[in-house]
């Protein structure tokens, strides 16, 4: 099983990217759940958006309006389009995603959002 994010970079503030990740080595009717999480300098992981294979979608507050998370359940990818970045968004993101009962992560992409 393999997850493999892609997409971060180094955005002005205000500017968008577009995280993907996708998971191969695993059935797309067994992934109930895909979700990106992000780690800052200092912080916890923190969830950012997650969405579930019916497509119900889940943001943290400091995101809502700015990011969307979408999924292709064809491709077992997920995406996270980010929008109206902030310097507070800089920080390395993981991509997740539950199969019965195991979660998988992907490795990390760094994000750096300059002020």
């Known amino acids: 099983v393999q997850l493999q994010a892609y997409g ?3 955005v002005q503030a205000g500017g968008s ?3 993907s990740c996708a998971a191969s080595g695993l059935l797309a009717f067994s992934i ?3 979700g990106w ?3 800052a300098p ?3 992981r923190e969830l950012v958006a997650g969405i579930t294979s019916a497509g119900i979608t889940n943001y943290d507050d400091s995101v809502k309006g700015r990011f969307t998370i979408s999924r292709d359940n064809v491709k077992n990818t997920v995406y996270l389009q980010m929008n109206s970045l902030k310097p507070e968004d ?3 993101y993981y991509c997740a995603a539950d199969a019965m009962t195991v979660r998988y992560w ?4 760094l994000v ?3 002020s």
């Open 32 to 34: 109930k759940y895909m």
């Open 37 to 39: 999480y992000r780690l």
């Open 17 to 19: 990217l577009r995280l």
């Open 90 to 92: 800089t920080a390395v």
């Open 106 to 109: 992907g490795q990390g992409t």
């Open 42 to 44: 200092g912080k916890q």
């Open 8 to 10: 971060g970079g180094l």
């Open 112 to 114: 750096t959002v300059s």
